[in-house]
């Protein structure tokens, strides 16, 4: 071996080979820290890193049985039932939640999904009180209701949320109510949160509820407790359908972001309901749950366009 296939080594003087530079090289190229380097140059937001999720034709669930979600907790103490109309009508709190709002809507909900929404002529003209409905599989389910609303009930509808789930701790009580506009509603249909929706339908203000009471494992539609439909038709209130198309393909039950990739959404806003003449309970129940399952069959197309 000639002197030119030799140099001395940093480290001790011992001669070193091309052998050794490759094996350095092979070696730095399995390093973790490379490695991670390399996957965050390569990393592009806008593209999705995994197949879109197929999207359901339908969410009629065929009469399968309620989902077993365990048993119900318990609501927290009622002090969240001391709320009074104040706090869904005062403009200055209605300026905050605006911004708010606006932050996490079009700040990151709209950043994570792609939204497409459509609204029948009714709901376009649909102003004051009514209840505003819709199938429930994802949490992003009611800022994209909220944000799709007509803009004359988009300011001022509250929403309706487990009381057991958002009320239990300061935070998510000081969230839920800055963004959501929310009033606590106790599951288990008892305790001194009852009420408050319709003193809230009563003084003009329209609420978000999803009457099936909790979101799909599946993101098949599950049946519909009769509470919604009992309210509009006590107070003699419109119901507003609204069928979400993609939601929970984009964000499943037990994760806690949406998929990358932007996947689509349809947001689908029927004509509002009203109870007809010796219609009972039970049967405008059934009526809006059907509304709910054939706008989701009408605008599911819109999901391949």
């Known amino acids: 071996m000639t002197d030119q296939d030799r ?10 080979s091309r052998h050794d530079d490759d094996a ?5 190229q399995k390093n973790p820290a490379t490695d991670r380097l390399k996957v965050i140059s390569q990393w592009r937001p806008w593209e999705p890193s995994e197949p879109a999720p197929y999207v359901l034709d339908s969410i009629d669930a065929h009469g399968a049985p309620p989902e077993d979600h365990g048993p119900t907790p318990v609501a927290p103490p009622a002090e969240s039932a001391q709320i009074g109309l104040e706090h869904f009508t005062d403009p200055g709190r209605r300026r905050m939640r605006a911004i708010a709002r606006k932050i996490f809507f079009n700040g990151l909900v709209d950043r994570t999904i792609t939204r497409r929404v459509e609204r029948k002529p009714g709901a376009e003209v649909l102003s004051g009180a009514c209840v505003v409905v819709a199938n429930h599989s994802s949490h992003l389910d ?3 209701i909220m944000s799709s609303l007509p803009v004359n009930l988009r300011q001022h509808v509250a929403t309706g949320v487990a009381a057991d789930y958002f009320f239990t701790t300061w935070y998510k009580k000081l969230f839920t109510q800055l963004v959501f506009n929310a009033f606590p509603i106790d599951r288990k249909g008892a305790g001194e949160n009852r009420g408050l929706s319709r003193k809230l339908l009563s003084a003009g203000i329209p609420v978000l509820v999803f009457p099936e009471g909790t979101r799909s494992k599946d993101g098949r539609m599950r049946e519909f407790k009769v509470g919604a439909a009992a309210l509009a038709s006590s107070i003699k209130v419109p119901v507003l359908p609204v069928a979400l198309i993609g939601a929970h393909e984009a964000m499943p039950r037990d994760t806690s972001w949406p998929r990358r990739g932007r996947p689509p959404v349809v947001v689908a806003i029927g004509e509002p309901l009203t109870v007809r003449e010796n219609e009972s309970t039970v049967a405008f129940n059934e009526r809006i749950q059907a509304t709910v399952r054939s706008l989701y069959r009408e605008y599911r197309p819109l999901i391949d366009q």
């Not at 140099?7 to 070193?16: D, F, I, L, M, R």
């Not at 350095?24 to 730095?28: F, K, L, P, R, T």
Request: glycine share 6%; hydrophobic share 35%.
């Open 7 to 16: 140099e001395p080594t940093a480290h001790s003087g011992e001669p070193h």
């Open 24 to 28: 350095a090289a092979a070696e730095q």
């Open 142 to 144: 009611a800022p994209l």
